[in-house]
């Protein structure tokens, strides 16, 4: 790491006494921008909001992404790798032709860290888009009753099951980065308790199912960053009110039918400005800390 991080939010100015009675001018330090890369998925990459970056085009990533909203917060040098269906195994191996493993955006002179991941690895996308209802019950069937047949809740089995492989992530982050911080941030706050059917198309019990999952995912990240001495950021919080059952102007995390340009079940331009903020907060305190 070029500079310490506690430092690399600020300028110094250093005077140093020649002799008793001469004092040579003071001189200005100027501090290196933190070098700031961001891993993850769609929830990182924002896809479809505008404007995209064209830099790689089958990441369907925005440049008002939260790493984006984040870097400028801080003054940071980005390098966002985050690509939309990305799962761990594409950390370490090409997600699409041209395109790098994520983790090879990951030096010893990164400094700070994102990543949101899991969504995909744990079937939980898939899960949600499974539990549309265009008709009120009892006209079809509930996902909440389908995936815990038998008394055992799939997804969260399947979360539960995933969560070393984030560990040996986050053990890679700090080989490859050892003096960097680096925050892990949550997965979002959907859909509200008891939902808003018909506004989003998926039945009381079902939104309580999905949300149940969600933060099952995100607590999971959380006690795996704590046991890695990493940063989580919280991001459900961020979304009460915010949620996608809210009035378009409101919302952060778009429904299944987006009211703004954005991808369903992912975050907006407004919810990517808030978590950017969240996680820029989120540095600046571990900074303060250490």
């Not at 070098?35 to 970056?53: E, H, N």
């Not at 909203?69 to 003054?75: D, K, P, T, V, Y």
């Not at 390098?79 to 030096?107: M, N, R, W, Y």
């Not at 700070?112 to 888009?129: E, R």
């Amino acid at each position: 790491m070029k500079l310490g991080l506690h430092h690399a939010l600020t300028s110094a100015v250093a005077a140093t006494a020649l002799a008793a009675t001469v004092t040579a001018p003071a001189a200005a330090v100027t501090t290196e921008p933190l070098d700031y890369v961001a891993l993850g998925d769609s929830f990182a990459a924002a896809p479809l909001v505008l404007p995209a970056d064209s830099s790689n085009p089958l990441c369907l990533r925005s440049l008002a992404d939260y790493p984006h909203r984040a870097a400028e917060a801080m003054g940071a040098r980005l390098t966002d790798v985050s690509c939309s269906a990305a799962t761990v195994e594409h950390l370490s191996t090409s997600q699409h032709p041209g395109t790098k493993p994520q983790f090879d955006a990951v030096t010893e002179d990164t400094d700070v860290v994102s990543i949101t991941i899991g969504g995909n690895d744990t079937g939980l996308v898939a899960a949600a888009l499974g539990c549309v209802n265009l008709l009120p019950k009892p006209v079809g069937t509930s996902c909440a009753a389908r995936n815990t047949k038998g008394g055992v809740d799939i997804v969260k089995a399947g979360i539960d099951a995933w969560v070393p492989e984030f560990s040996v992530v986050l053990h890679r982050i700090r080989q490859r980065a050892p003096h960097a911080e680096v925050f892990v941030v949550g997965y979002g706050n959907y859909i509200r308790p008891g939902g808003c059917f018909p506004t989003q198309p998926i039945w009381d019990v079902d939104a309580d199912y999905v949300q149940g999952a969600v933060d099952h995912l995100s607590a999971a990240l959380r006690a795996t960053a704590r046991q890695h001495d990493v940063t989580f950021v919280d991001t459900y919080s961020l979304g009460v009110g915010h949620d996608s059952c809210a009035a378009p102007a409101d919302r952060y995390t778009e429904g299944l039918v987006p009211t703004h340009t954005a991808t369903p079940l992912h975050p907006n331009a407004g919810g990517s400005k808030a978590i950017g903020r969240a996680l820029a907060d989120a540095v600046r305190t571990r900074t303060n800390a250490g």
